[in-house]
T-cell receptor
Framework: DTGVSQNPRHKITKRGQNVTFRCDPI?????LYWYRQTLGQGPEFLTY????????KSRLLSDRFSAERPKGSFSTLEIQRTEQGDSAMYLC??????????FGPGTRLTVL | GEDVEQSLFLSVREGDSSVINCTYT??????LYWYKQEPGAGLQLLTY?????DMKQDQRLTVLLNKKDKHLSLRIADTQTGDSAIYFC??????????FGTGTRLQVFP
């Protein structure tokens, strides 16, 4: 299967710990997006990359959040000093230019 | 503003039509989208409509767009139990940022 993959699928952590999620986009896609979805809500945009360049960051992305896409392929999203309010589903999507965004299955984060 | 609004819940009998409504805010959105989300699965793009169209039909799906009222609807004909899911409308902000509604949970009963 050559869809968008995300790892891990689930992560449980204690408040104050750091966590890192990985997203592997569809191989020929140059754009990669991160969204966050809390219970009962639609996904909210966090940030996006064109190749390795991070072009836009939402104000939702506090300084505890950092995202990278070092070689223009996979991306990582790190959350430092996690808080209970960070509990959510983190979704990754990829596209070729402004084409359809294909979403991965998400990483569900629970902060205890 | 970035509030895309949807009713939260819709329940229909199998075989009936379902109509899911959405109001959006950004009149400059070039495309408007409908996504489907099933438990444990990622978001799946169902259909989209270009902003200069007022209707698009794709098999059992019909999208209606009223730009004056910023109203978008998705009609599913002959609704099946496999259509039970959460449906999100979304608009585009800027180049590529999707702004999603809160989602409508569709429940189909036999």
């Amino acid at each position: 299967d050559t869809g968008v993959s995300q790892n891990p699928r689930h992560k449980i952590t204690k408040r104050g710990q750091n966590v890192t999620f990985r997203c592997d986009p569809i191989s020929e896609h140059n754009r990669l997006y991160w969204y966050r979805q809390t219970l009962g809500q639609g996904p909210e945009f966090l940030t996006y990359f064109q190749n390795e360049a991070q072009l836009e960051k939402s104000r939702l992305l506090s300084d505890r959040f950092s995202a990278e896409r070092p070689k223009g392929s996979f991306s990582t999203l790190e959350i430092q000093r996690t808080e209970q309010g960070d509990s959510a589903m983190y979704l990754c999507a990829s596209s070729y230019q402004s084409g359809e965004q294909f979403f991965g299955p998400g990483t569900r984060l629970t902060v205890l | 503003g970035e509030d895309v609004e949807q009713s939260l819940f819709l329940s229909v009998r199998e075989g009936d039509s379902s109509v899911i409504n959405c109001t959006y805010t950004d009149s400059s959105s070039t495309y408007l989208y409908w996504y489907k989300q099933e438990p444990g699965a990622g978001l799946q793009l169902l259909t989209y409509i270009f902003s200069n169209m007022d209707m698009k039909q794709d098999q059992r799906l019909t999208v209606l767009l009223n730009k004056k009222d910023k109203h978008l609807s998705l009609r599913i004909a002959d609704t099946q139990t496999g259509d039970s899911a959460i449906y999100f409308c979304a608009e585009i902000e800027g180049i590529d940022k999707l702004i999603f509604g809160t989602g409508t949970r569709l429940q189909v009963f036999p």
